[in-house]
């Protein structure tokens, strides 16, 4: 009798040592979503910046055209639309990888999950690498040579320095690395379990099917550490 009370009350030990190491990692793992949030918002910002362009442009020049004077198109505004994708999609990618909102092959997921777990950790590693390596050569060699020489976007006299799309390029490249890296974190720390994206052990609310409802109670006990083991 005393050795199964003293089994479960090291197992209960065990079990909350487990769901506070779980607990820990997951509140370390939402301040890092919060940081990449951040860009995310500012990608959106740069999309906002996209479509006034794009409206003003459109209604200042067709305005033009029947007479109204003061009504002119923006100088260069397709220039300036094209390098808003810049930030658009360079400070997005990053929070997007950690959400594995990339496309993946499903058949790989239902027929051989180790392997695909082996094909993404591999692949984190390698994007990791390149990603660091591309906002490596775009700081120091790249960026340095647009500002030393004043680069702007186009030959146009209203044109915009070239060096904060720049920036935007390789901070995003480098967002994109630590994200690559952290993935492989949360690969290796979730490995034994069945679920290939550990956002979804981690967040399963925020990886719900169309139409599908979340479970509270296992919510809850996942969210917690229970049902990790």
Not at 67 to 76: F, M, Q, Y
Not at 89 to 102: C, E, I, M, W
Not at 126 to 138: D, H, Q
């Amino acid at each position: 009798m005393k050795g199964g009370l003293n089994m479960e009350t090291d197992a209960a030990k065990t079990s909350a040592a487990f769901s506070d190491d779980f607990s820990k990692f997951k509140n370390f793992d939402s301040k890092f979503r919060k940081i990449f949030r951040v860009f995310a918002w500012l990608s959106a910002v740069a999309l906002c910046a996209i479509l006034v362009i794009a409206v003003v442009n459109v209604c200042g020049e067709k305005l033009g055209r029947i007479g109204v004077s003061w009504a002119k198109g923006i100088p260069n505004a397709s220039g300036m639309i094209q390098y808003f994708h810049i930030p658009l999609v360079f400070l997005a990618a990053g929070y997007v990888t950690l959400d594995q909102g990339h496309t993946r092959i499903d058949l790989l997921i239902h027929k051989w999950p180790k392997v695909e777990k082996i094909i993404m950790f591999v692949g984190h590693i390698f994007g990791a690498a390149l990603s660091f390596f591309i906002a490596y050569r775009g700081t120091f060699i790249t960026l340095i040579q647009q500002i030393e020489r004043h680069t702007r976007v186009s030959t146009s006299s209203s044109a915009w320095q070239a060096w904060p799309f720049t920036v935007c390029h390789c901070l995003g490249f480098f967002l994109l690395g630590v994200s690559f890296v952290w993935s492989a974190v949360r690969m290796i720390r979730f490995w034994k379990y069945d679920n290939v994206n550990p956002a979804a052990i981690m967040y399963p609310e925020e990886h719900l099917a169309p139409g599908e409802e979340l479970n509270t109670e296992s919510s809850s006990n996942s969210s917690d550490g229970k049902e990790i083991e």
